[in-house]
Structures are given as structure tokens and as C-alpha cells.
């Protein structure tokens, strides 16, 4: 997740000039067309990378934490998420490092730069095939709890072989993935971004509105602002909480990419305030409204709860209108995670080969087999919410706080101050007694 270096001509240069490295280079000579990323664009690919379907859950955990400590936590893991972004601009341009990974290798050396491209490529795998399943829940429908729920399609038409999981799925690689996963520069994804954005949006006005309505109505009763704590169990099953919030902005893996884009790098830093300040009032909106509207029933997926009568009129309607947007605002999130997924995996399997993006064979083929296992694994191991849960909560956890407080402890240019490294010791244990409880807990339980 990091920065730049000192200034844009070396920026370009030392881009330009690692094979090796994971990231695509700034475009010379190759595409002379391209004249750098806007800010607009920077802040909608940065934004798309981080609301993915976490925003789901975030209802749910103001259900296990209260409204009050939940909202405030959200702004609190913005702040720190932000911290940790600022530490790795800071030590990314003492060490000239153009991507994370350079400097996961300048403090660790090279099992230090493989250990981080793994992290990113578990987690970037585990959070598309998710994609995928929601997408078949979704539209086609699912019966995996062993209770059925109509899909949106399969309520329009009638169960049909076209609109099956298997037939949705391959619709949707071949016509939506595939294409938008052929762009070899993030910044090609703004518009796509800014439109998952504005779905995204779409689904916060809805849902708001639904509870507004119904609250005008008096159909909502006081929602609970604190947590019901009363014996050990109940302080146990408050972190399970952790990942969802530790997590919710992680967006690290595509810092650098759209950073070696821009027309100015002195501009990342306020790309993600702006990113981080948009994704903070798009899931305080989500969570507020989310549990307003469903309460002590939020499912951990507030997506299910759109799946039955909303005691309001043209209940239907709004419930597809709901689950089409969020499904489509996936299909956009999408190739912004694969993009630094095959960047990283490029980055392992290919250490030494020149730039991804001048070796069309080697980009081919490595987009197809990605697409091909994401798109077997959703359509033949639906039931895997758990084993990426904990994938997401370690592998997600480690790229957004534990490398990044190790880089600063290594301190391998003598920059950081020891404010920097108290708040890298604070990053380590909370990301690992939060999730080490969060398992223990969701294992207990």
C-alpha cells in the first residue's frame, strides 16, 4: 500500500526500470497516449477498492457492538487506516520504493517482499470468489442454509437453466470480468469505479430511505445504542466484531498502482483523505440506517434481510432494487481487486521477467487462469464464508497493519520517530489479540 518517491522524474524512472517488481510502470514510450491519472479518477478507484462487500456487514456489527461504540469505531479504524497509509508513503520514498512490495524487500529482503505478494494474493482470491457467490445468491438464488431463497431473476422468470448459478456465473466472467480485467492500467477503471461508487450510494439512499419511511410510520422501535454485556460470553462475542471493522478500509495493495499513475504524486496523500472520508460516510450511513431498519434481526449479511416483506409498499420492488444494485456495484468492484491480484501473483511467479504489462503472452494468460479458478472455486465450493473469513482476517489484517508497523520498527533509514513506533506497537497488538479473540470467539461459539 504505499507511496511514491521523492520526485516525478526519478518516480518514473525507478517505475520504469523494475522488472521485477509487481506494479505496472508509469507508462513512457509504451502508451504515449496516456498522460497520467486524474485526482477524480485516483479517489473512485481507491474508493472502489475499499467498499467491497464488507459494507454488508457492518449492520451486523452494530448489532453485537451498539450504534454508539460501532459508529465510532468505524471513524477510528479510518484514522488508523490512514496512519498506517501516511507511514508507508514516509518509508517508501526514504527507501525510492515504487511499490509496497520494494519495501516489504528493503526491510526484509526478499521472503519479506514474497510473504507480502502472498498475503495479497489470499486475500485478493478469497474476496472474488465471495464476489462470485454473492453474485449467484444474488441473482440466481441459493439454498445453501438448506432453506431456499428466490434469486432476483428466478423470481422475474421462473426457474430457468439460463439463470442458474453455473449459466449467471459464466455471463457474467465472460461478458463483465473478462472484458474490464483486460485493461492494463488501474486508471482505464475510473469510470466503472465512479459508477460502483454511485451504486454503492444508490444502495445507502434506499435503504436510508426505507427506514425513514418507516420511522415517519412508527414501525421501528429505539434501536440499541450500547452493547448488552452481562457475563464473559457476551464480552467474548464483541470482537467478533474485529475483523469486519479492523478491515473495512483496506485498500493498501492498490496505493501504489494508481500512485504510479498520477500526473502528480504529491497528490496520493490527499486522495486518501478524500477516498477514506467518502467510504467513512458511506458506512456510517450503511450501518446506521441498515440496523435502524432491521434491529435485533440484521442478518450478518444485511444483503438477506432484503428478501422478504419490508412492510412498506412495493416491498418487491425496493428489495430488487436493493440486491440488483449491490450486485452490480460487485461486478465493478471487481476488476480493481483483480488488478492488483495479478500484479502480485505476477510478482511471485515471475520475479525476474520484464513489466506485465509489455508481455501481452504472460498477461493473457495469467488473466485467464486467474478468472478460471475464481470463477471454478464460486461455482463448485459455494460454502466457503468461514474459511475466508479467517483468510480475510489474517492475510487482510497483516497488509493493512502488522507489515507496515514491522517496516517502521525494522527502520532500516533511521526515520522513524518514536511516535511512529508506538503507534506501530499498537497496530501489531491490536491487530493480533482482535482477530486471535475473534477466532477463539467465532470457534466457541
Known amino acids: ?240 466484531a474485529a475483523p469486519v471493522l479492523v478491515t473495512a478500509y483496506i485498500c493498501h495493495y492498490n496505493v501504489h498502482p494508481i500512485d504510479n499513475e498520477l500526473r502528480d504524486s504529491s497528490q496520493i496523500r490527499p486522495i486518501v483523505r478524500a477516498s477514506l472520508l467518502l467510504c467513512s460516510a458511506v458506512y456510517i450511513t450503511t450501518s446506521f440506517f441498515g440496523f435502524l431498519l432491521f434491529g435485533e434481526s440484521t442478518l450478518d449479511d444485511v444483503l438477506a434481510n432484503f428478501d422478504s416483506n419490508l412492510g412498506i409498499p412495493y416491498s418487491s420492488l425496493f428489495n430488487d432494487a436493493v440486491r440488483v444494485s449491490y450486485v452490480l456495484h460487485l461486478m465493478l468492484v471487481f476488476p480493481i481487486v483483480f488488478h492488483a491480484l495479478r500484479l502480485n501473483m505476477d510478482g511471485l511467479l515471475f520475479p525476474s521477467a520484464r513489466p506485465l504489462s509489455c508481455d501481452n503472452r504472460r498477461f493473457g494468460v495469467l488473466t485467464g487462469a486467474l478468472l478460471a479458478v475464481i470463477f471454478l472455486a464460486a461455482n463448485f465450493i459455494p460454502n466457503i464464508w468461514d474459511a475466508f473469513q479467517f483468510t480475510g482476517a489474517t492475510a487482510s489484517v497483516s497488509v493493512a497493519y502488522i507489515f507496515p508497523a514491522a517496516i517502521v520498527l525494522r527502520d532500516r533509514h533511521g526515520i522513524a520517530r518514536k511516535r511512529d513506533k508506538v503507534l506501530a506497537v499498537f497496530m501489531i497488538v491490536l491487530a493480533v489479540v482482535s482477530n486471535a479473540v475473534a477466532v477463539y470467539s467465532d470457534a466457541c461459539s
Open 1 to 240: 500500500m504505499v507511496m511514491p518517491i521523492s520526485s516525478g522524474g526519478e518516480h518514473h524512472d525507478a517505475a520504469s526500470s523494475e522488472g521485477s517488481e509487481p506494479l505496472l510502470p508509469r507508462k513512457h514510450g509504451e502508451d504515449d497516449d496516456f498522460h497520467g491519472a486524474s485526482f477524480s479518477g485516483a479517489v473512485f478507484n481507491l474508493s472502489t477498492t475499499i467498499v467491497g462487500a464488507g459494507i454488508m456487514a457492518l449492520p451486523a456489527t452494530m448489532k453485537v457492538l451498539g450504534l454508539v461504540p460501532g459508529l465510532v469505531l468505524i471513524v477510528l479504524a479510518a484514522l488508523l487506516t490512514e496512519a498506517s497509509i501516511d507511514l508507508l508513503v514516509r518509508f517508501s520514498r526514504a527507501g525510492g520504493a515504487t511499490s509496497y512490495g520494494r519495501v516489504m524487500g528493503d526491510a526484509f529482503g526478499k521472503p519479506g517482499k514474497m510473504f507480502l505478494q502472498a498475503c495479497v494474493v489470499v486475500n485478493n482470491v478469497g474476496v472474488m470468489v465471495v464476489y462470485m457467490i454473492i453474485i449467484g445468491d444474488v441473482l440466481s438464488g441459493t439454498s445453501s442454509s438448506g432453506v431456499h431463497h428466490h434469486g432476483v431473476f428466478e423470481g422475474w422468470f421462473g426457474e430457468n437453466r439460463w439463470n442458474g448459478r453455473f449459466a449467471i456465473l459464466t455471463i457474467s466472467t465472460l461478458g463483465v470480468f473478462t472484458p474490464l480485467a483486460c485493461f492494463k492500467h488501474i486508471d482505464s477503471l475510473r469510470y466503472t469505479s465512479a459508477v460502483s461508487v454511485a451504486l454503492a450510494v444508490v444502495f445507502v439512499v434506499l435503504t436510508a430511505g426505507i427506514a425513514m419511511l418507516k420511522l415517519a410510520r412508527g414501525q421501528i422501535p429505539m434501536p440499541k445504542l450500547f452493547p448488552d454485556v452481562h457475563d464473559w460470553s457476551s464480552i467474548w462475542r464483541l470482537f467478533t
